[in-house]
């Protein structure tokens, strides 16, 4: 159990981490000239994270778990911070202080993703846990959300002659959009332990959407490096939301892991 904590800890950190640096430079990269002190803060951000990056290479599984409460509350930190300046940005956007080529729907995702990590660490140092049938659903809305907001990111990024791929991109847009309104409705039910075949039925339906999108978003990425298409996504953008629809589908097989082993 301890090494769980350890492991899981570590593999959090290691995934958002990265996540919450790359969103600095994608913020950075959506302001203008004028805005040098936003910028400024967000170079801050990337150098916050790149040193978390650092100090968790010095960790293994091994390590003992203070350690890594001690590390999770400092990560902690730096993700409340990151969030903070997020809808700080948010703020600025929406009354329209400052003009960025960042939509306002794309600030408030990478809040709500700072927000998720800060919360996983904390739920980790605290050891608590969630009802599975709850925690299922709950990540699931998530994560959903998620999806459907790259899409539609990635419709309004390619250039508008890229007809056939921007067709797409909002058909999955549209699907995920009504998985997330399928996840809501199923959360306010709060099924219970007997209703597993549900689950598994939802989370059968989620992961064949999930694994149509990643790999939409692999040939958009293998794509936009090769030059082959028109559109304003940077490559690393590409790559970042693919990771992300790949972590998707390793938390649904987390799930269904425990579903069948009853845990």
Request: include cysteine.
């Amino acid at each position: 159990m301890v090494n769980k904590f350890v492991s899981q800890s570590l593999d959090e950190i290691r995934f958002w981490s990265r996540i919450m640096k790359e969103h600095a430079l994608f913020l950075s990269l959506g302001f203008s000239y004028n805005d040098s002190k936003l910028i400024q803060e967000a170079q801050h951000y990337i150098d916050v994270f790149e040193k978390v990056e650092e100090q968790l290479s010095r960790y293994s599984s091994n390590t003992d778990p203070q350690v890594i409460r001690n590390f999770n509350s400092q990560v902690y930190q730096s993700a409340v911070s990151i969030w903070a300046y997020k809808r700080k940005v948010l703020g600025l956007v929406l009354r329209c202080e400052v003009r960025s080529n960042n939509y306002p729907l794309l600030v408030d995702h990478i809040s709500r993703e700072a927000a998720y990590f800060a919360n996983r660490l904390k739920e980790l140092n605290e050891g608590r846990l969630k009802p599975l049938p709850e925690a299922i659903i709950k990540e699931n809305v998530f994560f959903l959300k998620i999806m459907a907001d790259h899409a539609k990111f990635i419709g309004h990024l390619l250039d508008p002659s890229e007809r056939k791929l921007v067709a797409q991109a909002r058909e999955f847009s549209h699907d995920f959009d009504q998985l997330v309104f399928q996840a809501i409705d199923l959360d306010s039910m709060r099924p219970q332990s007997e209703t597993k075949p549900i689950l598994d039925q939802f989370l059968d339906q989620n992961r064949v959407s999930v694994v149509s999108l990643r790999d939409f978003k692999k040939t958009a990425r293998e794509l936009i490096e090769a030059c082959k298409i028109k559109s304003n996504i940077h490559p690393l953008l590409a790559d970042h939301t693919f990771r992300e629809a790949e972590r998707f589908l390793a938390i649904i097989d987390m799930f269904e892991d425990k579903l069948q082993s009853g845990v």
